[in-house]
C-alpha cells in the first residue's frame, strides 16, 4: 500500500466522530492493507511495533523537528519548526504544510527504503527504515537517526508527512482505539469478535491477529497460544471489600498483597527466549523478565533469573511481584523495588545495595499447556509444582475461605509481616490478560479510623482463656455510650496480654465469658464499611471491624460520638 493512499484513508478516519462510521472505514482500510495488513493495523492505532515488543524508535520531539526542517530546505530551521508546533499545537499540521522533496540529492545518502527519488514511499518502505531506525545504536546514532527520518520526510508530502509525524512521536489521535481495530478486524474477515479479542490477549499482536483472521478464519485465531518470550498483558485488579467477595462467590481466595513490581517470568531451559540482542545460549536465552508495562526487565535483575533458572526445569510463564527486602527478610517499599528495575548501569552494585525476591502467584503456562482457562486454584497447584522444592519460597501461598474473621486473620497477619494487605480472587476464574475485572480483588483500605471507647470484652478460649479476647466496642452520646460492634481482629498475641492487663482494674461484672467494663479505654479501629444494625444499641454495626492501636491520648469524653458514625455512614 503506498503511504498516500494510507494517508488518505488515516484522513477520512479522523474527519468521522461516530463510532460505527470508523470502525466502517478501518475495516475498509484492512481489507484494502494486502500485505502490509501486519504494518497497517498497527499504524491505524498509532503503533509501530506490537505490544508484546519492547522495541523503540526513540525519537524525540527536536530529533523530529530536525529531520522536518532539513526536509523543508535551508531556509527552515529546527527551531522554526518547533516554534510552529507550538502554534498550531499538532507535529502533522506543520509537517503537513512544508513543501518537502527539494533536497532529492541528500536524500540519497539517507539510509532511504532503497527506492529510486521519484516513487511514492509505500508503507512496508517506512515500515523497513522505521525498524532500521529503531535498531540504531551506539555513538553517532542520532545523526543516522535523523538521517533516516529526513529521507522519509524528504520523500513524503501533505497528508504523508501529516501522519509520519504524527507516527513517530507516538501521537496519531486519528480517533482509532484498540476496540475499533479489534471490531474491524472480526468485520473484515468475518470472524467471531470474541475470537479476535481472545486472540489479541494471547499474542498482543493487532497485525498477526489481523493476518491469522484472513487467512485462517475463526479456527485459526482459536489455535494461537501463548509463546514463551512474548508478555502478556497483566491480569488486573479492582478495589473490593470481603463483603463483596463472599456475595458474589461464596468463598474467596485469599492472598498476600505485595508492596512490588509486577513481574511476567518466561522460562525454557530448551533456549531460544531471548530476543536475539544479548547473549545466546546464556540464562537470558533461557529467561526474560517482563514489568507491567511489558518493558524487558532482565538485565536489572539477575538474581530473579538466577532464582528462575535454579527452580524451574520444563518451560513455564509465571505472574507474580518482584519485592525488595531488608537483610531480615522484612519487606522495603516499593520504590525500592523501581529503583532496581530502572537500574541500566552497575546492576552489580545496585545488587548490593538492595536485594530483590520473586513472589510468585499465578502460573499462565506450565510444560506445554497454556493454563488462561483453567480455574484459579488450578493453575495455583500447576504453579506449586513447576516451582518445586527450589521455588518453593517463592510461592504465594493461596488460603480458601468463606469465614470474613478467619479472612481478616489473613489480613493482619500480612499487614504485621509488613505487607499492603490482602487480595481476594475469584477460586473458579480465568486468567484474564490486560483485563481489570470483579475476578482480583484488592481489598479497599479503611476509610477513616474511629476512635471507640471499650464498654465490654470477653475472655479467650483455649490458651487464650487467661485473657482477654474480644472487646465491645461504643461510640459516645449526651447520655453515655452506645455500642456497635467488636473487635478481635488485627491484635497480636503480646498486644493481647497488654489489653487485658489495662482493661482489668475496669471490670466491672462478670457473667461466664462475658464481662462488662466502665468506659476508660479508647481503641482506635479500622472497618469497611459502617451498616445499620439490630444487633447493637446505636443501631448500627462496623462490619469487619480491626484493632488498630490503643489512644492512650484520649479519654473516654474524646472518644467519637455516634454522630459522627452517623454521618460517616451516610457518606457511604
Ligand atoms: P494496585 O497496584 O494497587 O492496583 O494493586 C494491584 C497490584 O498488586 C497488582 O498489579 C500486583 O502488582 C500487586 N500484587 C501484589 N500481590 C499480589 C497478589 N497476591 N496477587 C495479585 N496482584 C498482587
Not at 522495603?332 to 546492576?347: C, G, M, S
Not at 497447584?381 to 474473621?405: I, N, T
Not at 478460649?461 to 467488636?486: N, P, Q, V, Y
Request: proline share 4%; with cysteine.
Amino acid at each position: 500500500m503506498e503511504l498516500a493512499a494510507f494517508a488518505e484513508r488515516a484522513r477520512a478516519i479522523e474527519a468521522e466522530s461516530a463510532d460505527g462510521e470508523i470502525r466502517e472505514r478501518v475495516t475498509d482500510l484492512l481489507t484494502a492493507a494486502n500485505d502490509d495488513l501486519p504494518v497497517v493495523a498497527r499504524y491505524v492505532q498509532g503503533r509501530v511495533f506490537p505490544a508484546h515488543d519492547s522495541t523503540k524508535l526513540d525519537i524525540g520531539p527536536s530529533l523530529c523537528y530536525e529531520a522536518i526542517a532539513k526536509a523543508a530546505g535551508r531556509n527552515v530551521a529546527a527551531d522554526d519548526v518547533e516554534a510552529r508546533v507550538a502554534d498550531v499545537g499538532d507535529v502533522g499540521e506543520v509537517a503537513a504544510n512544508y513543501d518537502f522533496g527539494g533536497q532529492q540529492g541528500l536524500a540519497a545518502f539517507g539510509a532511504g527504503g532503497g527506492q529510486s527519488d521519484d516513487d511514492g514511499l509505500t508503507v512496508a518502505e517506512v515500515d523497513a527504515d522505521l525498524r532500521d531506525l529503531a535498531a540504531v545504536e551506539g555513538s553517532g546514532s542520532t545523526d543516522t537517526k535523523r538521517d533516516i527520518l529526513f529521507s522519509l520526510f524528504n520523500r513524503s508530502e501533505g497528508d504523508e508527512a501529516r501522519y509520519l509525524a504524527r507516527l513517530v512521536l507516538s501521537e496519531m489521535r486519528i480517533g482509532v482505539g484498540e476496540g475499533a481495530v479489534r471490531d474491524a478486524i472480526a468485520d473484515a474477515f468475518d470472524v467471531p469478535v470474541e475470537a479476535v479479542e481472545r486472540a489479541l490477549q494471547v499474542t498482543n499482536d493487532y497485525g498477526e491477529v489481523a493476518v491469522v483472521a484472513r487467512e485462517e478464519g475463526g479456527s485459526g485465531l482459536e489455535s494461537l497460544g501463548l509463546e514463551i518470550g512474548r508478555p502478556v498483558g497483566a491480569m488486573l485488579a479492582q478495589a473490593g471489600t470481603v463483603t463483596d467477595a463472599l456475595d458474589d462467590w461464596e468463598t474467596a481466595a485469599v492472598e498476600w498483597k505485595y508492596d512490588g513490581a509486577r513481574v511476567q517470568v518466561h522460562h525454557d531451559p530448551a533456549g531460544g527466549v531471548g530476543d536475539g540482542a544479548g547473549e545466546s545460549d546464556g540464562p537470558n536465552d533461557r529467561t526474560r523478565l517482563f514489568s507491567r508495562n511489558m518493558e524487558d526487565v532482565t538485565d536489572p535483575l539477575p538474581e530473579i533469573v538466577e532464582f528462575v533458572e535454579d527452580a524451574l526445569d520444563a518451560p513455564a510463564i509465571l505472574d507474580g511481584e518482584v519485592v525488595a527486602v531488608a537483610d531480615d527478610g522484612s519487606p522495603l517499599p516499593f520504590q525500592e523495588v523501581l529503583r532496581r528495575f530502572r537500574r541500566k548501569h552497575d546492576v552489580a552494585k545496585a545488587r548490593e545495595d538492595v536485594t530483590v525476591e520473586f513472589r510468585a502467584f499465578d502460573c499462565l503456562h506450565a510444560a506445554g499447556d497454556d493454563l488462561l482457562d483453567d480455574p484459579l486454584v488450578d493453575r495455583h497447584d500447576r504453579l506449586e509444582a513447576v516451582l518445586g522444592e527450589a521455588g518453593a519460597p517463592a510461592l504465594s501461598p493461596l488460603h480458601l475461605s468463606d469465614d470474613p474473621d478467619e479472612i481478616a486473620d489473613i489480613d493482619a497477619e500480612a499487614l504485621d509481616a509488613g505487607h499492603e494487605g490482602i487480595m481476594l480472587k475469584n477460586p473458579e476464574s480465568a486468567y484474564t490478560p490486560g483485563r481489570r475485572g470483579k475476578n482480583w480483588l484488592k481489598r479497599k483500605p479503611d476509610v477513616e479510623t474511629l476512635d471507640l471507647v471499650v464498654t465490654g470484652a470477653e475472655w479467650g478460649e483455649g490458651r487464650r482463656a487467661e485473657l482477654l479476647g474480644t472487646f465491645l466496642l461504643s461510640a459516645r452520646t449526651d447520655d453515655g455510650f452506645e455500642t456497635l460492634g467488636k473487635v478481635a481482629t488485627g491484635i497480636t498475641d503480646e498486644e493481647l496480654e497488654a489489653l487485658s492487663d489495662l482493661l482489668e482494674p475496669h471490670v466491672l461484672s462478670e457473667d461466664g465469658a462475658d464481662v462488662d467494663v466502665e468506659p476508660a479505654v479508647v481503641f482506635e479501629v479500622g472497618y469497611e464499611e459502617i451498616q445499620p444494625s439490630p444487633t447493637y444499641s446505636s443501631g448500627y454495626a462496623l462490619r469487619f471491624p480491626r484493632f488498630l492501636g490503643v489512644r492512650e491520648d484520649k479519654d473516654p469524653d474524646d472518644a467519637d460520638s455516634l454522630e459522627r458514625v452517623e454521618r460517616l455512614a451516610e457518606r457511604q
